[in-house]
């Protein structure tokens, strides 16, 4: 992943595994983002079995360095190493800010990038930036419903990770941007990451690292 330097300000975290049916709209949504800063997207498709692979190359082909790839060659999940993507994220990831999408959700604001990252300048305090996710019915495309819908600035930390842990407030990974340093120095590879909700853990290591800003703006599909 040495293809990310310093002169990078976002980098895009994408997962994949099996996601042949979504992946090119996910890539779509993320590239067409119109920004003031430069940004590359790193795709980490975790050997799926389908055509997603041969799509993320293609993709590649199109937008040559923009475009960050990788397929380990066996499935990391399956292995039991849950936090693969993210061990691969850090390893030389040197952008200011990192934001993630799942290769089946997608990104609906073509400005999402760029007022994450203001949100993020006017405050230095703060380690991650949250918005507003609509979850959609595969099955019919009905709206299930927006996360989290509602955060208070005024909620301690504590009442954040009690609000999670009780499942009285909800988010989406595609909603998360993060500042790169802080996600670097975490020890990507402690019991703490080998979580199976890899959301659910990053927003807990984050709002242990800082404050949480919220942009009360639908931007995202789940």
């Known amino acids: ?32 983002q119109k920004c003031n800063f430069s940004y590359k997207v790193y795709v980490f498709d975790d050997a ?27 499935n990391n999940y ?3 190493n849950r936090n693969a993507f993210l ?12 934001a993630f999408c799942e290769a089946d959700d997608y990104w609906t604001d073509e400005y999402k990038l760029q007022k994450q990252y203001d949100a993020m300048q006017k405050n230095e305090k703060a380690s991650m930036c949250i918005h507003d996710v609509e979850l959609v019915n595969e099955s019919n495309g009905n709206c299930m419903g927006i996360v989290p819908g509602y955060m208070s600035s005024n909620w301690s930390q504590e009442e954040l990770i009690t609000r ?15 500042r790169g340093e802080i996600l670097n120095n975490a020890d990507m590879y402690s019991g703490f990451w080998n979580y199976w909700a890899i959301d659910l853990a990053l927003f807990v290591y984050m709002i242990l690292k800082g404050e949480v800003i919220y942009l009360n703006s639908n931007m995202a599909v789940k």
């Open 1 to 32: 992943m040495s293809e990310c330097d310093k002169s990078e300000i976002v980098l895009v975290g994408i997962l994949c595994y099996n996601h042949e049916l979504y992946i090119a709209q996910c890539l779509d949504s993320v590239l067409c």
């Open 48 to 74: 799926s079995t389908d055509g997603s692979w041969r799509i993320i190359q293609d993709y590649k082909v199109r937008y040559k360095d923009k475009l960050i790839i990788e397929q380990p060659e066996y």
């Open 78 to 80: 399956s292995n039991g």
């Open 87 to 98: 061990q691969h994220i850090t390893k030389e990831n040197q952008a200011k800010f990192v």
């Open 164 to 178: 999670i842990l009780m499942y009285s407030m909800s988010f989406r990974l595609n909603g998360i941007f993060v």
